[in-house]
C-alpha cells in the first residue's frame, strides 16, 4: 500500500497537535515542598495528610499540582521551619504555630482563643490573622487544622497538689513546654523546659522532665505512657496548627491552583476534626489500659485551674507588640466567659 506525502504530513501534524495537548498537562506541573514540625506519624500530620496533602494529590492532573512531603523535624527542625517557610526553601508546612511566635505575634492568641475558625472567617477575625502572618513570615493561612477536637491536658509522673489560687501546685517540678504553656506553668510554680517532641521519651526517662502539657492524643504512640501516672482535668485551650503556605509561591501560581488549595484547607479545617477525635479515643483507651489515672479537678479548684492557665496566657500576651491591631484581634478571637 502506497502513502502520499501529504498524507505523512498530515499524520505528523496530527500527532505532534496530539503531543502539544498531551504535554502541557506534565510540563505545566508545579511541585510544592511540604514539611510538618511534628513527625510524620502523629495523629495531626495523619490528618492532614489524609484531609489535604493526599486528596490535592489525588487532583494533580485536573489542578497541575504536586505536593512532596520532604520530611519532617528529622529534617528542618521543628523550630526553623517557619522561617524557611518565610525565605521560600520550604513552601508549605503543617505546624503548631506556638513554634513560630516570634516571628508572628499574632500567633499567641491561637490556642487560647475560644471563637473557632469557622466563626472568625465570618466575622473578620481570619482577616486580622492573614494579615499577621503576611506581614510576619509572608505567608498565608490555607487551614487551621482540628480546632474543635483537639485540646490539651497536664500530664504528669506524680500526682499533683492541688492548689485554691492555680488550681494545682508544680512548685520544684520540671515540665516539657512551649511558648503556648510557659506563662501557666510558671504560675503554676514549675519549671519550664522547651524540648522537641522528639526527645520526651528521652527526657521522662532520664527524669529530665516530670510532665507535660500536650494536646490529646500520640501519647502511647510515642511511648510516653511508660512513664506517665497522671492525666489532668478539666481540659484547656484548641488546637494551633495550621496548614500555611509562603505566599510569594501561592501568589505565582494559577487560580485554579490557589482555588484548590484554599477550597482544601477549609476541607481540612472541618474534617480533620473527626480523624482527630476517633484517634483521641483509641489513645486514652491505651493509657487507661497502662494504669494511668484521671485527676478531676472540680470546684473551686476546679475554677482556679482554668482560671490560671487562660488568665496567665491572656497576661502574658496583653504585652506584646503586634502587626495588626491587637485589641480588635482579641475581641473577635475570644469572648471572656465563654
Known amino acids: 500500500m502506497q502513502i502520499s506525502i501529504g498524507k505523512l504530513a498530515a499524520t505528523g501534524v496530527a500527532a505532534a497537535t496530539a503531543m502539544a495537548v498531551a504535554l502541557p498537562a506534565t510540563a505545566a506541573m508545579t511541585t510544592l515542598k511540604v514539611s510538618s514540625c511534628l ?24 489542578t497541575g499540582l504536586k505536593l512532596n512531603y520532604i520530611g519532617g523535624p528529622e529534617v528542618t527542625p521543628r523550630q526553623k521551619q517557619a522561617a524557611a517557610v518565610k525565605r521560600g526553601l520550604i513552601d508549605i508546612i503543617n505546624c503548631p504555630s506556638a513554634y513560630y511566635q516570634t516571628l508572628v505575634p499574632e500567633a499567641r492568641v491561637a ?38 477536637a483537639s485540646t490539651f491536658f497536664i500530664y504528669t509522673k506524680f500526682e499533683p497538689k492541688t492548689d485554691t489560687v492555680t488550681g494545682i501546685d508544680l512548685t520544684g517540678r520540671k515540665m516539657r513546654s512551649t511558648g503556648l504553656y510557659n506563662a501557666f506553668l510558671k504560675k503554676m510554680k514549675a519549671t519550664p523546659v522547651n524540648i522537641s517532641p522528639g526527645d520526651v521519651y528521652a527526657a521522662l526517662e532520664r527524669g529530665v522532665v516530670d510532665g507535660l502539657a500536650w494536646p490529646e492524643g500520640s501519647i502511647a504512640k510515642y511511648g510516653w505512657e511508660r512513664f506517665l501516672k497522671y492525666k489532668i482535668t478539666p481540659n484547656f485551650f484548641h488546637s494551633t496548627t495550621m496548614t500555611i503556605i509562603n505566599l510569594k509561591k501561592y501568589n505565582s501560581l494559577t487560580q485554579v ?15 480533620s476534626n473527626g480523624i482527630l477525635a476517633a484517634k483521641s479515643v483509641e489513645d486514652n483507651k491505651k493509657l487507661a489500659a497502662a494504669g494511668i489515672k484521671d485527676i478531676d479537678l472540680t470546684g473551686d479548684v476546679g475554677k482556679a485551674y482554668l482560671d490560671t492557665i487562660y488568665g496567665a496566657k491572656w497576661e502574658a500576651n496583653d504585652k506584646v507588640k503586634y502587626k495588626v491591631d491587637y485589641k480588635m484581634l482579641k475581641d473577635k478571637v475570644f469572648r471572656p466567659g465563654s
Open 39 to 62: 513527625a510524620r506519624n502523629h495523629d495531626q500530620v495523619e490528618a492532614y495528610f489524609a484531609t489535604f496533602h493526599e486528596p490535592l494529590n489525588k487532583m494533580s492532573e485536573q
Open 111 to 148: 490556642g487560647v482563643n475560644n471563637v473557632g475558625p469557622a466563626e472568625l472567617r465570618k466575622n473578620g477575625g481570619f482577616e486580622l490573622l492573614q494579615e499577621g502572618w503576611k506581614k510576619g513570615l509572608n505567608a498565608r493561612i490555607l487551614g487551621w487544622g482540628h480546632w474543635e
Open 257 to 271: 491552583q490557589r482555588d484548590a488549595l484554599d477550597k482544601q484547607g477549609l476541607i481540612f479545617e472541618k474534617e
